[in-house]
């Protein structure tokens, strides 16, 4: 895990001062890097049951369709307000500074459809949380939630309970 670790730009202060952000744009575009962490992501989920990967916005639109394609599953995005052309249904959640909202198509998933979700980063569990309540509002069944990168100091897989969380690179300050 080490050689993708190396291959994440870290920038201090951005997008505020104090905040250490984990640019992974650097190892996207490493092809060994990016096959890397995507095969990696997809041996954790060999034999899982997923019908559908729900990729958060939007970075989790890089992960998911990978994903997605690998597991012989569909794919479908979970978008911020006003993004999605076709009749939608909505989540409303909680910030640290207020509130936001995340939707999907309502046909996107069917009743007891299984779904993975996936997202770039896990940092609070905020967003995850909410995708969460979107999939089970669908009748949907979460099969596990995926990330790319989880900031462990932040303890946001306590807000996803009874749920498989995976992260394939852990940072602990």
Not at 84 to 108: F, R
Not at 145 to 151: D, G, H, I, S
Request: proline share 6%.
């Amino acid at each position: 895990m080490s050689d993708l670790k190396a291959l994440i730009r870290e920038i201090p202060d951005y997008p505020k001062p104090g905040i250490l952000f984990y640019d992974l744009t650097t190892l996207l575009k490493d092809p060994a890097g990016f096959h890397s962490l995507v095969d990696q992501l997809c041996e954790q989920y060999n034999g899982t049951t997923v019908d559908i990967v729900a990729g958060i916005e939007a970075r989790g639109f890089i992960f998911a369709p990978a994903l997605a394609y690998r597991l012989g599953a569909g794919f479908v995005p979970v978008r911020k307000p006003k993004k999605l052309p076709g009749k939608t249904t909505s989540v409303t959640y909680q910030l640290e500074y207020g509130t936001d909202q995340l939707e999907l198509h309502q046909d996107a998933i069917k009743p007891g459809q299984t779904v993975l979700i996936c997202d770039d980063l896990l940092a609070t569990g905020g967003t995850a949380a909410a995708t969460v309540k979107l999939i089970e509002q669908l009748g949907g069944k979460v099969a596990g939630a995926a990330f790319a990168v989880e900031l462990t100091f932040l303890n946001g897989r306590a807000r996803l309970p009874g749920i498989h969380v995976f992260s394939l690179l852990k940072y602990d300050k």
